[in-house]
């Protein structure tokens, strides 16, 4: 779920692409995209467990029969969205390369060589990495555990105790306090259960038709 609510990176690219910016348009732009996230994860989580219970899978449209034309079309639009999805994270890591790490300097392009180079070896490096594993579960565990909850909880709370004036044990900081408390018994947690599950999280069904879908009831 963590990883579902991880937007943060996108945060300054976003901002920039709304006309006149300001605080209560963006405020409008967050609110309204984490409320249709969040009631699009309950919905398909909800939904997906009842159905499914014990045999959900990491990708929940791998427990759908492969002759269903109504999820075929979802896996179709699934696939597009993810075609869209993964340049902006390119874009992204892009982005905190080129002023991290090769300290470009503010409104000053950087030469199109590198900017090529670099491209490519994101690109490259993100795809050696996923053909590691066909299992959806195992990614979206190691994202939320060592990349969404440190965005989502502990560096937010983390950059406020250090910028906020006072103690770090006034009334005005306990909130981000425990959230950063909170972030990291999260990610320790998630950490030894995916080693505990770690044969349990790297199997999946992917590419094999689930059982029951073989289970012919109706005769024509």
């Not at 696939?79 to 993964?86: D, V």
Request: glycine share 6%; hydrophobic share 50%.
């Amino acid at each position: 779920m963590a990883f579902a609510f991880m937007c943060h990176h996108n945060t300054f690219l976003i901002y920039s692409s709304i006309a006149e910016a300001n605080q209560m348009k963006w405020e409008i732009v967050t609110h309204f995209s984490i409320m249709t996230s969040l009631m699009v994860a309950i919905l398909f989580g909800v939904a997906g467990y009842g159905t499914f219970r014990a045999y959900s899978q990491g990708d929940l449209l791998e427990n759908y029969c492969w002759n269903d034309d109504l999820m075929n079309i979802s896996r179709l639009l699934f696939s597009i969205q993810i075609l869209l999805t993964y340049p902006i994270e390119c874009f992204v890591t892009r982005e905190v390369i080129e002023n991290s790490l090769l300290r470009r300097e503010p409104n000053v392009p950087i030469s199109e060589k590198v900017h090529y180079l670099l491209t490519l070896g994101i690109i490259f490096t993100t795809y050696i990495i996923s053909i590691t594993t066909s299992c959806l579960g195992v990614v979206l565990e190691l994202n939320g555990v060592l990349a969404a909850v440190p965005l989502a909880y502990v560096l937010p709370a983390v950059c406020y105790l250090q910028l906020e004036e006072g103690l770090i044990f006034c009334r005005k900081k306990l909130p981000a306090l425990g959230l950063a408390i909170f972030g990291v018994a999260v990610a320790f947690l998630g950490v030894i259960f995916l080693i505990i599950d770690i044969d349990k999280v790297n199997t999946c069904s992917k590419g094999v038709e689930m059982d029951y879908c073989k289970n012919v009831t109706i005769a024509n």
